[in-house]
């Protein structure tokens, strides 16, 4: 039987989604914990692999056990093992064919920027020193939307080459004293989200004089900005038909 359920985390201290050697990951964590609760040996696949120090809010993941399971019963007994950084929610049975990562329809990112010392939110916040044109910013996000070949967005260490995503939206606005990135598509490439960020913030700081347009039909990695850090960024939902 397949189970589905959602996945909050912070990836402050982990080396991001997959499970890895010599490194800490939320993979590890939870087929350890789900292991140790239904007493067997459970691989999780996910929705998606988010990079070292990134975070999450409704992460998706699915696991196969031979038997039923007390969802509620077993739920508390993972989140009780699991480090204070993650936790899980909304466990339950779903159809066979069911898939974490391929039954996904959309998934939405949340970058977060902040311009002074916050002590809360260092971990949560890329704090920016730089000044910068964010009406310019904003003239330039409309080029992401649509289906687009993102090919100069794709960082090395991919493991694909589709580079054609299809962005439904994607905005910039103001959440009090915090400018927050949005952005949804149906799939992503390695490190895409974090490059939009530091392009867009290079492109209105004036470092780049190309605008987002122009990078885009160019395919050429090295028109792009800096990379921005992974702390500000949150896989914030996944989106399935029919599946909470």
């Known amino acids: ?3 589905f359920f959602r996945v909050e985390y912070d990836g ?12 800490q990951s939320i993979q590890e964590h939870l087929e350890r914990t789900f292991s140790i609760v239904l007493r067997t040996e459970i691989s999780i696949t996910g929705a998606g692999r988010t990079d070292a120090g990134v975070h999450a809010r409704r992460q998706g993941a699915h696991f196969d056990y031979e038997g039923l399971i007390d969802c509620g019963r077993c739920q508390l007994s993972v989140n009780a093992l699991l480090p204070p950084e993650i936790a899980v929610f909304n466990l339950q049975q779903v159809e066979p064919d069911f898939h974490a990562r391929f039954s996904a329809v959309s998934r939405l990112y949340r970058y977060h ?3 002074q010392k916050r002590p809360l939110l260092f971990r949560q916040a890329w704090k920016l020193k730089h000044r910068v044109d964010w009406e310019k910013v904003r003239t330039n996000i409309p080029a992401l939307l649509g289906e687009r070949d993102f090919a100069a967005f794709m960082a090395s260490g991919s493991g694909s080459e589709n580079s054609v ?11 009090g004293d915090i400018l927050v990135f949005t952005i949804e598509a149906n799939r992503f490439i390695y490190k895409m989200v974090r490059s939009i960020v530091g392009t867009l913030v290079d492109i209105g700081r004036g470092r780049l004089e190309a605008t987002m347009e122009e990078i885009i039909a ?19 939902n996944v989106m399935y038909p029919g599946v909470e």
């Open 165 to 175: 995503c299809l962005v439904k939206r994607a905005s910039l606005d103001n959440e």
């Open 218 to 236: 160019s395919r050429d990695r090295s028109m792009v900005g800096e990379t921005a850090p992974p702390f500000g960024l949150v896989l914030e």
């Open 12 to 23: 402050s201290r982990f080396g991001g989604w997959q499970r890895q050697p010599d490194v």
């Open 1 to 3: 039987m397949r189970y």
């Open 113 to 115: 920027i902040c311009f």
